[in-house]
């Protein structure tokens, strides 16, 4: 599955040690990794990259490293363990990035699993860890660190300079050792193994090969355009294929200049002073910049809380059409570049922005008005869906379609399709080859002819975007055959301040109904700006004026559900207000509180089937158990309430 | 860790017969110990035992009136702080002593002072030899930021930064004169469990890595126990102890100043 001809230049670069050969040769001045230390940012060319990879890997090979050896790499984003990367693969051997927080029992799981016998730690830190696998793991022979602070006392250890000058020993005596190594690599050869982390289970070994990723490098450069000498800042672990792709692959492939941050404190400074071209950010970060931004504009002077307040306001409406190239008036240009001058130029600098051309996101679901907020202030942020099993790349948005309800549209060669089930599968060049030492689990996720399961169900829309609504194994069916999806509904329900958690029912049902579980605090504080008085949960939550508050915003929900042809019949048509706020103490919700449907569904059996056979309230008595451990009993009536459904915009189809 | 068995051939200062009154109050009384080149030798004892006037003695600050201090071969009765400092001797404070409206690296640098040549003249007009020398200090102030992992406050005033932190931009700078004896006064003071633990790791560090020989006052008996090679402790302005920490710790006089009996 090779893209492009099958000349013999195309066979030249069809591994990153030959890239990077290649790379050295056409252009060894140019810069490829760039690392502060010592408070100067330190740029290391194509030249110097392929000499420091050469030794290495002619050091590890005097240590016994050969073809299909396995390479541990843990430690934080540093130029040379990317380069220990490529020297193990100049080796034809196989390197494992380890995620730099992980304990050393998980640590053990991947050594051990992925039989690695070399082993590549940052610091001490990481080699206290290796030490210690080290005692239950005895294939691990050989542990090599980079950052001498702290090692003088670890003998039995090879520092990263003295396998070097190993390497340059060897050299003297044998120079092509390496060179006869990376010709003998093959685009099909395995180029890397990241494990995911399973939410059941223990992690997989993905397998991926160098036609896998070189394809997704392509791929994700040719959708938005990445060129040589486009600037990116890798910070987020390098065990992550994310990171993988974006800070090595495409480094090799395209020529992106990857920047190191000094350390994981200074990330901030690091942004604003190297201003990538190209950015990624897990939604968690974009929402903490936001939450910072704000902070210090509450804490700005008057004029400046009120200009940024008129500016922002101009550029939540204007910025995203201005990104999108759709019609703005004059007045709004002139309004907008006036805002640009005072307020946005300005804070996009601060926030390491000012140069950035593509920004992704990806991960968890992104509120819209965090993703608007970047596109307000003209950062052209993107959510890409991705997986490890994909080489990342399934969807992105493309420029001037972004819709923060999708993920976009398909990456070229990819192809998508929806299961009977709901669930969303995919084939590219870049799906993994296998889960290592896991046939089992490689079967499960891979069908024979190469579509891969997601475990995500979704849909196409009309324009051709892929939305995901919920975990495939979450979807069910309304009796009509509607799609149910219930997280979809519970989280357009919660993002109402007022309501705190909701339960959806509908599966195998004629229709959807909901428990609701109001927010103590918004509507207490909504009750009492009302004079609408209660002493208890309960009580509250039983007052006619709540469930008018909640029915108005349920009725809102429906309309945005209507909007939308798939999911116009699963509209709400009946809810309740629940008298107990759901609890983990009670088995309601889970440690990181997701709620337990099923568990609900039988443990409120009366209130669901006064959902769904009409009556207009029910009697339930709830065993609970409070904080200090005793039990006790909530007993009472609840109401149920009818709510009336939008009629659709358009059939679905 | 390793255990720490070294011992040490080479003595770096020693104390002979020490005394210190102000007035009619007698800080100190016939002190006599000595600190090898290399290690790391613990002054403890209880409030007002006389540690940190003992700290002050040595570095010149305090001048007593018996007794001497030979300090790399040279016997005086009394030396001045700057004098101390030219001799190679920093240290810390027990109430910190920063410039808090300057920036950490800023405080660092002034650390490097004895080690510049050029005068007030050229260091103000910034060219020529001023302006190389400041890049050479510049650089082994970026080493000792680098090694006290205090890059993300390089450009922070030291006045905003939590207690932790400005204890190591003090230790920062005392270690930017490049000191052959470090004498540090309570360095983990006021530190919750997880600061007195990267203290420790840097004490023991720069005696690793600098083999810099240091001198520490301290409260906290596990921490001393854990890090020194050899403890003094006094008592009432008198030297009831003296040994590595396991000899101290089973040491009836030193229990009893702790556990506290009637004088």
Sequence with gaps: MTTGTADSETDARDTFPKLLAERARAGAARPAYREKEYGIWQTYNWGHVAEQVRLL?????????????????????????????????????????????????????????????????????????????????????????????????????????????????????????????????????????????GTTGRPKGAVLSYDNLVWAARAGAEFDGLKEGDELLSYLPMAWVGDHIFSYAQCYVVGLVVNCPESA????????????????????????????????????????????????????????????GRPVSPVDRLLYALGNLVVFGPLKNTLGMSRVRVAYTAGEAVG???????????????????QTEASVFVTIHPNGEVYPETVGKPVSQVELRIAESGEVLYRSPGVFKEYFKNPEATNDTKTADGWVHTGDAGYLDERGHLRIIDRAKDVGKLNDGTLFAPKFIENKLKFYPHINEAVAFGHGRDYVAVFVNIDMIAVGDWAERRNISYASYQELAARPEVYDLIEGEIEQVNRDLAADPRMAGAQIRRFLVLSKALEADDGELTRTNKVRRGFIGERYKPLVDALYDGSKSAHIRVEVTFEDGRKGAIEGNVQVRDVAPHTALKKAG | MVARVRSFPDVLLSVENISLSFGGVKALTDISFDIAKGEIRAIIGPNGAGKSSMLNCINGFYHPQQGAITYKGVRRSQMK???????????????????????????????????????????????????REEIENRKAVERIIDFLEIQHIRKAPVGQLPYGLQKRVELGRALAAEPELLLLDEPMAGMNIEEKQDMCRFILDVNDEFGTTICLIEHDMGVVMDISDRVVVLDYGKKIGDGVPDEVRSNEAVVAAYLGVSH
């Design chain 1, 57 to 197: 890997a002619a050091g590890l090979a005097d240590l016994g490293f050969r073809r299909g050896d396995r390479l541990i790499v843990v430690g934080d984003n540093r130029p040379r363990l990317y380069w220990s990367m490529c020297a193990a693969q100049s080796l034809g051997g196989v390197p494992v990035p380890v995620y730099q927080d992980s304990v050393a029992d998980e640590l053990a799981y991947v050594v051990d699993h992925g039989g690695a016998r070399f082993a590549l730690a940052e610091n001490q830190e990481q080699v206290d860890k290796l030490l210690e696998i080290q005692k239950k793991v005895p294939s691990l022979a050989v542990i090599i660190y980079d950052d001498p602070r702290g090692m003088r006392h670890y003998d039995q250890l090879q520092s990263y300079a003295e396998v070097q000058e190993r390497g340059a020993r060897l050299l003297a005596a044998a120079p092509d050792t390496v060179s006869a190594e990376v010709a003998k690599g093959r685009g099909s050869d395995d180029a890397i193994m990241l494990y995911t982390s």
């Design chain 1, 265 to 324: 404190a200074t990330v901030m400074t690091d942004l604003r002073e190297i201003g990538p071209t190209y950015y990624f950010a897990p939604p968690r970060v974009l929402e903490n910049l936001i939450t910072q931004v704000t902070i210090r504009m509450e804490d700005a002077g008057l004029l400046k809380r009120r200009l940024f307040q008129f500016f922002m306001t101009v550029a939540r409406r204007v910025g995203p059409a201005l990104l999108d």
């Design chain 1, 368 to 386: 819209p008005e965090i993703f608007n907020f970047y596109r307000a202030l003209g950062v052209n942020m993107k959510q890409l869906y991705g």
């Design chain 2, 81 to 131: 702080p700057h004098e101390a400092a030219e001799q190679g001797i920093a240290r810390t404070f027990q109430n910190i002593a920063l410039f808090r409206g300057m920036s950490t690296l800023d405080n660092i640098m002034t650390g490097r002072n004895l080690r510049m040549k050029t005068g007030l003249f050229w260091q103000a007009l910034h060219i020529g030899p001023a302006q």
